[in-house]
């Protein structure tokens, strides 16, 4: 029995015991009563030795979890404006989460990792390469920003290892901007909203093109669609918001925040957009963060061509299809790509890479469960 359980059942006995621990204790010759203190602590501390440092690094997330009891949907950060979504810190707050599918808990219609390289290995089968593209929370990268360090980031290496090993091709996008975040002072994320920065967008894209442009079947398509390169990206310029954590009562007085952003637009007109072609040997499935700064203002997307779908649209050099959700990118937006797939045999087949992209607070926020590539 763990030794803290073990005392907490000796102090809920009936007084009855406890005295007669007390009697005990008072005829304890001094160096008795201290050696057995110190076994006390030596048992004491043989217990603390069994705490993994993943869940000391959990215990500090459910720290400001507890400290934020109000149940808002944003959590306020130390610093000045800066906000965080509390299911990112809930996320957080679970440790190795893939710790629980080694241990049995999960079982393999609910582990993520089973659900995951089940379905790489269906779109395998139908002439589809799966690419996985976690964006990390906000305070993976920004921990001072909520009160912690980063000695409190958990490391999913070895759950993206688990995937990898499956078969499974995975960007680590947390290493990738934490380099970034080295490099260069320039927002990755956005202080005040629940996505990335443009910049996170156009780096996330590059580096999924630098891996995948130079295939034959992406050549082909940039030679069928974009000869001439008629996709234009604009000098770096700079966007104003006030994000969706703002609190709305304080939202009309709260100062905008300025990223760096830099648009696509098909050929020379800026206003010229690119559009979605459900014919693109590439698909773009998951949730908002391949939707914001796509949609525009209008649809609280707060730009226009400049998400991560524009940039890799204009770094391929053809335009995406996309399948993306304001909700699950795990689940529903899954759901949607086997409903069209259902509808039309020849969808998939047109395919040649899926860039499944979603926030990585769904590994433990989300049901997984399986849903097959083609009904």
Known sequence: MNVFAATHVKLRRPSRQLNSVSMILQHLTPRLLLASLCTLMGALSVACARTSPTETQAAIWQEILDQNKDGARQIAGTEPEWYFLRQEIEHLAQGAFWEQEHEGALSAETSPSQVIATYSQEL??????????????KAALYSDKIGATEAAIIDPAPFYEKLISSG???????????????????????????????????IIAKAITDQYGKADWAIAAKNNYNPNEKFKQSAATTLSLVGDLVPDEIKENTAKESLPIRYISNGDDTQNTIEVDSKSPVLLVGDSHNLVFNQGVAREMHAQGAGVFDHLSYQFGFPLDRIAVRGSGSSAARGDVARRAFKDKEFLKS???????????????????HIPAQP
């Open 124 to 137: 395998h089968e139908l002439g589809v390469e799966l690419i996985l593209v976690p964006v990390p929370p």
């Open 168 to 202: 499974v091709k995975v960007l680590d996008v947390e290493t990738l901007l934490k380099t970034a975040a080295s490099e260069s002072e320039a927002p990755l994320y956005c202080r005040s909203d629940s996505h990335w920065s443009p910049r996170a967008g156009e």
């Open 351 to 369: 395919k040649k890479l899926l860039i499944w992209l979603f926030s990585a607070r769904e590994f433990t926020q989300e049901k997984w469960k």
